[in-house]
Every structure is written in C-alpha cells, then in structure tokens.
C-alpha cells in the first residue's frame, strides 16, 4: 500500500514531478540471530511492507528529503562539502548513504526526495535498512553508477556502522536488496552468497511486536559483537563462523563467561540455520518448531537479548499454537518482535491468545503483522 496520492504530494512540495520511485522492503528474521557480524548464516525473508522513496534529480549538489511520517519536517544538505550529521534523526539515514557513497568515490548529483513507508519504524523489521537500501537504489539509478544490489547493501550497512554507529551486520540490507517473493533467503554472510529457499504455500509468517520502547540499546549491542570478536580471538579463527563446540569448550578457560556464552549462542545458531533451511525446505513443522523454540532459549540464556515482555510474548503464542507453530523472538533484542510460522487457519489463536493474555501481564499494547515473504529493491522509472 502506498499513499494515494503520493505523487501529487511530491509535487506540491517540489513544484515539479518525481521522475522515478526506489522501493525497499523491511524483513524478518526466521531464524539466524547475531550470526551475521560473525560471518555465519542468516534465515530472513523481505516482507511485502515498503520504503518508496519518489525522486527527482537537481540542477545542483543539493539533497533536500521530506518523510510524509514527519511531516513539517525537511533535510537539506550539500553534496560538495563535507556531510556531517545534521539536526534531524531520520534525515541523518540519508546522509549517511550519501556519505558512504561519496567516500566510495562516487559522483553524486543532488535530488529532491520523498520518503513514504509502510514498514513500523523501531518494530525489528528493519525500517532503517529498508530507508538505507532505498536510498542506495536512488543514487544508484538517479546518477547512473550502475552498482549490483550487493554493492547498496554492502554501502547501506556501511552507512549504519560508520555514520549512524550501530554495528550491524550485513542480513538486513542484504535482504532488502535481493530478497524474492514468496522465498526466505539462506545467506552466507562469509561470502554474501544467497540460496532463496520456497516458503511452503500453507506457512504463515505472524509477527508480534512487543512496542517495549528500546532505549540506549546500541551500547548494549555493540558490546555483544566486542564480545564475539574476543571470543574469536581466543579460539584464533578469524571469526566465530569457524568455530565449533569442542574449539569453545576447549578455550574456555581463557575467556570471560560472556564471551563463553555470546560464542555458543552464535555456534550453535549457526547449526540450526542450517537446520532450519533443511526443515523449511521439507515443510517440517515440527522441526522447525524444535530449531525456533532453541533459538529463543539461546537468545535469552546465552546472548542474553530478551527481555521479559519477548519471552512472555513467546510463550503466549507457544502455549496457544502447541505443536502447530514454531515461535522466537526476532531482530536485534533488548525488546523488538518475536515471529511466528504457522499453518493460515491458526493465526486467529495467536491474536485470541496475544489480546487475552499480553496487555493483562505487562501492560503494553502488541501490535501484530501478518507477513508475506516479497521481493527486494526495485526501481522503476515514470
Ligand atoms: P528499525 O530498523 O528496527 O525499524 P531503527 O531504530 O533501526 O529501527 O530505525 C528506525 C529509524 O529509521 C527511525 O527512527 C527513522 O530515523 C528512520 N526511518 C525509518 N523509516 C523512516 C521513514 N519512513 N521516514 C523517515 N525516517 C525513517
Ligand atoms: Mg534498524
């Protein structure tokens, strides 16, 4: 869905008409978490929730961006001189891809932008990927540098490490970038190689956001990823992707608890991807349901991410699909959404039992997603 009249709002600002439209999905993680900044593998699927940016190129070296979610609100910045942060939050995402381009070496001409989006901001789809991958595909097209989707995810990723300082790995933009209807993708974050794996016609993909508000959460975050990368060290791999259990067990001595523990989250998680692709591949409900049920676990006791509101949600959506449904907690943690995979007919239980059961133990509202799994950046000129 897109703002009815989006192009005459762009014209009103603008007093011309957009020439294009870059569109860039959020995505959810099936399973796969942390495993990507240690070079493991990923299990996400692009959702048919978009950021659609409208562009028109300038006469000159000017980016100036409106975002009909903040309206009254307007960022402008020059492309000639050196980009800084400015005063606004979400302007600084598009500032950050124009930087990351730039420092690239690559000849950026200024644009008129606006930004529309149906993608839940701070819910764990990854607005901020989907906003950093449109961009990307808006200077890509608009200046004609003819880059790969890898090469927008790679630099949208680059924007959110070294511009916006969340050391996130490479899953959300990557997958926003390439990711296809109907499919999840089985990312190698080693070698950025992607498999699209089939998700079974009956699966339905229900996500369930706590709204716990995160707050100073990118120290926490960062912390981990610290903690990952000593963890390595300790076990002298380049990255935790080429451990194992006997390697951890065997260095443990060596190392703090939290390393210990961060390292045998990302191990074992980086089985059950694996596993899990396996299962999905087969339609096996039940094995999924095991892979998800211990993802969450290890989430919770060894990376130590969730917070009582995801497990009480994981729980809740447990207990009411059984054995139907395979359920944990997804995204970055420290609160967020947890995912559901179940069979179309359940989905009404996981409402029945979330509206019956969340609000009367934590009192905070959940929002609810049904999901499809749909395709990744697409520019299309008018
Ligand atoms: P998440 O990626 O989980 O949704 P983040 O905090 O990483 O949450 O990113 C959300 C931020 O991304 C917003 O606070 C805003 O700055 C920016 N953003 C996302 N979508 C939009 C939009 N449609 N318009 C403007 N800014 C947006
Ligand atoms: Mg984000």
Redesign the pocket.
């Known amino acids: 869905m897109v703002t009815d009249n989006f192009c005459e709002l762009f014209e009103e600002i603008y007093q011309h008409p957009a020439q294009a439209m870059s569109a860039a999905p959020?995505r959810v993680n099936l399973i796969g978490e942390f495993t990507d900044y240690n070079n493991g593998f990923v299990l996400p699927c692009a959702l048919e929730f978009y950021?659609r940016i409208l562009y028109r190129k300038r006469n000159d070296n000017k980016v100036v961006v409106h975002?009909?979610?903040?309206p009254g609100e307007c960022d402008e910045f020059a492309l000639d001189t050196e980009i800084t942060r400015g005063d606004s939050?979400?302007g600084?995402?598009i500032r950050a891809v124009a930087y990351v381009f730039k420092r690239q070496g690559h000849q950026l001409s200024g644009v008129d932008l606006l930004?529309?989006?149906n993608?839940?901001?701070?819910?764990?789809?990854?607005?901020?990927?989907?906003?950093e991958v449109a961009v990307g595909g808006v200077f890509n097209q608009a200046c004609q540098l003819n880059l790969s989707n890898e090469t927008i995810a790679l630099l949208g990723q680059e924007a959110?490490n070294d511009f916006m300082d969340?050391q996130c790995g490479i899953m959300?933009q990557l997958v926003s970038a390439n990711g296809k209807k109907a499919h999840a993708l089985l990312i190698d974050c080693q070698s950025l190689a992607t498999e699209a794996i089939g998700i079974p016609d009956d699966l339905s993909i229900v996500i369930v956001n706590s709204n716990y508000p995160?707050k100073l959460v990118d120290s926490e975050y960062n912390q981990r990823r610290i903690d990952c990368e000593q963890a390595a060290n300790k076990m002298s791999v380049a990255s935790l992707r080429d451990a194992d259990i006997d390697m951890l067990d065997n260095a443990r001595s060596s190392m703090t608890e939290n390393e210990y523990k961060r390292a045998h989250h990302v191990i074992t998680e980086n089985s059950r991807v694996l596993n899990a692709t396996q299962a999905l591949k087969n339609n096996d409900m039940q094995m999924l349901r095991a892979l998800m049920t211990a993802s969450h676990l290890s989430l919770r006791d060894d990376f130590e991410v969730t917070i009582p509101e995801t497990d009480g949600l994981v729980e809740i959506c447990q207990t009411a699909l059984g054995n139907a449904g395979a359920v944990r907690m997804t995204?970055?943690g420290f609160g967020?959404a947890i995912v559901c995979l179940c069979r179309h007919d359940d989905i009404d239980k996981i409402k029945a039992a979330v509206s019956a059961h969340y609000f009367s133990r934590f009192n905070i509202q959940a929002s609810l997603y049904v999901g499809k799994a749909g395709n990744g950046l697409q520019v299309t000129e008018f």
């Open positions: 959020g950021t975002s009909l979610h903040y939050q979400w600084n995402y930004i529309d989006s993608v839940p901001q701070g819910s764990g789809l990854s607005s901020s990927a989907a906003l959110e969340c959300d995160r995204g970055g967020g």
